[in-house]
């Protein structure tokens, strides 16, 4: 079975625009969660999509959103980059909404200049 | 802020040798925890999990233990191998849907 899938896999921006993200779960997985990883803050949650209905959503600003298709694709978008937002965003897949094993992709490495 | 990633910490063993890894969790509330493996330029691997009724699980080459008491989970891998080289974070689930919060991580080094 295909594991999850992101595209791209590199991004360069500048600061001011803006970004969209993709993420294909492992098939039959209907919950998608996002995570931002950096050297200074480590491994932290941003959101969680199951059944296209945002379930569960961290600690970041609102210039950060995403949305779940009908397949269970789900994209995040990033409005007017800072530069703080270079950072590797990986998507995690899972079955079901509750305390399920969350299976990760590559990531997608975004460079804010 | 959740999982601040500061100075990670090193572990270095020889190869063949067992490994150790610790992590303190934050909420005792928390029901489910992973173990999982990054190598650079990759996305977290998964390894093993536990959920909170359990205190030990064993998987292939490696074993996790929960103590609830104390709040601390550690990962023991045996036989290292030069493939076991990466960084290894534990995650927490706090019960809403499938959020992790993660540990800083430890890198595990190897040497042949």
């Known amino acids: 079975k295909a594991g999850v899938t992101q595209t791209p896999r590199y991004l360069i921006k500048t600061r001011g625009q803006q970004v969209t993200l993709s993420c294909s779960p492992i098939?039959?997985?209907?919950?998608v969660s996002w995570y931002q990883q950096t050297p200074g803050q480590g491994l932290q949650f941003l959101f969680e999509y199951f059944s296209e209905t945002q379930r569960n959503k961290g600690n970041f600003p609102g210039r950060f959103s995403g949305r779940q298709f009908s397949n269970s694709r789900s994209e995040m978008n990033v409005s007017t980059l800072e530069l703080g937002d270079s950072a590797l965003y990986l998507c995690a897949s899972s079955l079901a909404l509750a305390s399920e094993t969350q299976y990760f992709g590559p990531g997608t490495r975004l460079l804010v200049l | 802020g959740e999982s601040v990633g500061l100075h990670l910490p090193t572990l270095s063993v020889q190869e063949g040798d067992n490994s150790i890894i610790n992590c303190a969790y934050s909420n005792s509330a928390s029901d489910y925890f992973i173990w999982y493996k990054q190598e650079s330029g990759k996305g977290p691997q998964f390894i093993i999990d536990i959920r909170s009724n359990m205190d030990k699980r064993q998987g292939q080459r490696v074993t996790v233990l929960l103590n609830k008491t104390v709040k601390h989970l550690s990962l023991q891998i045996a036989a290292t191998q030069p493939g076991d080289s990466a960084v290894y974070f534990c995650?927490?689930?706090?019960?809403?849907?499938?959020?992790?919060?993660f540990g800083a991580g430890t890198i595990l080094r190897v040497k042949s």
């Open positions: 098939s039959g997985h209907r919950s």
């Open positions: 995650a927490e689930n706090m019960g809403y849907g499938n959020k992790l919060v």
